[in-house]
Structures are given as C-alpha cells and as structure tokens.
C-alpha cells in the first residue's frame, strides 16, 4: 500500500499512492483476462477528465461519489482508501460501519481549484478484507454542492470494467492526473497482512505516488468512477507492505515491480438502497459484511 502522508500511519508505511485491499471479485470472475478482454473492448470517443468533484484529504485523496439509484437530495458520499481512514488501518477481516466522523475534505473544481470544504457526520462502511474503501457520509447534499459550486459527484459504474479501457487516476491530494489503461486484472493481490480480489493492474503510464490512495479511477469513455487507486510495487519484493505480489487461481506468485493497482468499485452501488442507506443484507451486495 502507499503509505498516507500523515506522521500517525508511519508505523505501517502503506504508501498513499495507492495501497489497500482488493475488491471482491464476481463468482467465476477469470484471473487475468487482459487479451479477453481487450479483444471485447470498443474504441468510444475518449473524453477529458479533470477534477471537478475529486476531493483532497489530510494524507490521500478521494472523490465525492454517487450511485446510478441516487437522487440529488441525497446526502453526498465521498469515497477513499480503507487505509486512509483516520482513525487507522482495519485489520484484516475488519469491517466498520456507522463510524461517527467530522473529518473534513477540499472540494476541487475541474481546474484542480479548490473550492470549498465538505465535511463528513459519519464513516458509513470502511474495510481492508477483499477491497479497499471508506466511504463517509456528509452533512450535505448533492444538489446543495451543485448549486453552491457548480460541481457534479462522480458517478460510480455498476459493472465490472474491461481491459484496454483508456483510465485517468484523478489525485486530489497532487492535483495531478495519471492516464492509462487497464492492463487486466489480478485474481488476488497479497500485500503484508492484507488479500484483495479481482484487482485492477495499470499499465506502466500511471506510476501513481504517495498521496494518490483513494483517488477515483475514471473511464475515459463515460467519465464514470471504475476503481479507486491503492497500491503499487515499490522495490521488487515478495508480498510485503508497499510491495504487492499478483496470486493467480493455481497459486503462482508473480511480481512486477513498479507497476500499480486499484480496487475495482462496481460491487458498491448494489450494497446502497433509498436516500443513500447502506445495506449490506441487500439482494446483489457482496461487500464483506462485518
């Protein structure tokens, strides 16, 4: 993991650009479908991305999100890291919900600007085990940010991303974009105490840094939030802290120093029902339940 740039976390030394537990991945999901994948991907118009709705946090970064079910007077979702939580690491098989928080957020304009602050009342689900998210509630709503900035949340896609896919990794902490593609995707990615499932893998373009953990990975095509930004192999090493190794389905450890990851989001949507209400026992959620 990339450690989050805040002296309280030095002790783990996850790396915030981009380290943190993988999302689950669909039954029967393949391993690595990377040539598969591509073979199916179109070639869309590619749009520019930029930061409107992307947020900075004290050591990360992270985006202001919506679900495809969510209405304006919700109340806005900012998602991060699971190592990015304030108040530390979950441990593995850790899940938080229902957390109290006042942390706050800079909200960004497409330039990159900061606009505003956002503030959260809640750490609605927060986890390391199979993916890497904290999701916070905020005492505001997506219509009062539109009216009040002028910025729109990041909507977070319900299906599973494809290989090939042209991405931008949005840091709000950097205020800096990384574009790439999806390379494929890791079965299970095993970092020091941590396992995730169906990870994303960059291609080498975005070599994301410190500070980058949590920041929305956008398709380029549809603008839609597909993975948030976790990890990445530092210095060539075997499934250590900040040196993550890719477990394929028959056990075979492979390690690509310098090559980044990203938790995959599109399970999240079906785990949140009316008014933006987590709901783990929903039909579809596959979010570890604590």
Same mark, same amino acid.
């Given at each position: 993991?990339?450690?989050?740039?805040?002296?309280?976390?030095?002790?783990?030394?996850?790396?915030?650009?981009?380290?943190?537990?993988?999302?689950?991945?669909?039954?029967?999901?393949?391993?690595?479908?990377?040539?598969?994948?591509?073979?199916?991907?179109?070639?869309?118009?590619?749009?520019?991305?930029?930061?409107?709705?992307?947020?900075?946090?004290?050591?990360?970064?992270?985006?202001?999100?919506?679900?495809?079910?969510?209405?304006?007077?919700?109340?806005?979702?900012?998602?991060?890291?699971?190592?990015?939580?304030?108040?530390?690491?979950?441990?593995?098989?850790?899940?938080?919900?229902?957390?109290?928080?006042?942390?706050?957020?800079?909200?960004?304009?497409?330039?990159?600007?900061?606009?505003?602050?956002?503030?959260?009342?809640?750490?609605?689900?927060?986890?390391?085990?199979?993916?890497?998210?904290?999701?916070?509630?905020?005492?505001?709503?997506?219509?009062?940010?539109?009216?009040?900035?002028?910025?729109?949340?990041?909507?977070?896609?319900?299906?599973?991303?494809?290989?090939?896919?042209?991405?931008?990794?949005?840091?709000?902490?950097?205020?800096?974009?990384?574009?790439?593609?999806?390379?494929?995707?890791?079965?299970?990615?095993?970092?020091?105490?941590?396992?995730?499932?169906? $990870?994303?893998?960059?291609? $080498?373009?975005?070599?994301?840094?410190?500070?980058?953990?949590?920041?929305?990975?956008?398709?380029?095509?549809?603008?839609?939030?597909?993975?948030?930004?976790?990890?990445?192999?530092?210095?060539?090493? !075997?499934?250590?802290?900040?040196?993550?190794?890719?477990?394929?389905?028959?056990?075979?450890?492979?390690?690509?120093?310098?090559?980044?990851?990203?938790?995959?989001?599109?399970?999240?949507?079906?785990?949140?029902?009316?008014?933006? !209400?987590?709901?783990?026992?929903? $039909?579809?959620?596959?979010?570890?339940?604590?």
């Amino acid at each position: 993991m990339r450690k989050p740039l805040v002296a309280a976390f030095f002790a783990l030394a996850i790396a915030g650009a981009g380290a943190a537990p993988a999302v689950a991945a669909p039954s029967g999901a393949p391993a690595d479908t990377a040539g598969a994948q591509r073979a199916k991907a179109a070639s869309p118009t590619l749009q520019a991305v930029n930061f409107a709705g992307t947020v900075s946090l004290s050591n990360c970064s992270g985006s202001v999100i919506r679900f495809p079910a969510s209405v304006d007077t919700d109340p806005a979702l900012v998602l991060t890291n699971g190592h990015c939580l304030e108040t530390g690491f979950p441990s593995p098989g850790q899940v938080i919900t229902g957390q109290s928080s006042t942390r706050s957020f800079g909200l960004l304009n497409s330039a990159g600007t900061r606009v505003g602050t956002l503030r959260a009342n809640q750490v609605v689900y927060s986890t390391m085990t199979d993916t890497d998210v904290t999701i916070y509630r905020t005492t505001t709503t997506y219509a009062s940010i539109r009216g009040t900035y002028g910025i729109n949340a990041l909507t977070v896609q319900d299906t599973h991303p494809v290989a090939g896919t042209a991405i931008t990794v949005a840091s709000g902490y950097w205020k800096r974009l990384y574009n790439c593609n999806i390379d494929g995707f890791v079965y299970r990615l095993k970092e020091g105490d941590w396992t995730w499932k169906d $990870s994303v893998r960059y291609t $080498s373009a975005c070599n994301t840094i410190g500070g980058t953990s949590g920041s929305p990975v956008i398709d380029q095509s549809t603008g839609k939030v597909v993975a948030v930004n976790n990890t990445g192999n530092e210095d060539g090493e !075997r499934c250590t802290v900040n040196n993550p190794c890719e477990v394929d389905q028959n056990g075979t450890v492979t390690v690509r120093q310098g090559i980044n990851y990203a938790e995959e989001t599109y399970q999240i949507p079906a785990c949140f029902t009316t008014g933006n !209400r987590l709901n783990l026992s929903a $039909s579809g959620c596959t979010l570890p339940k604590p």
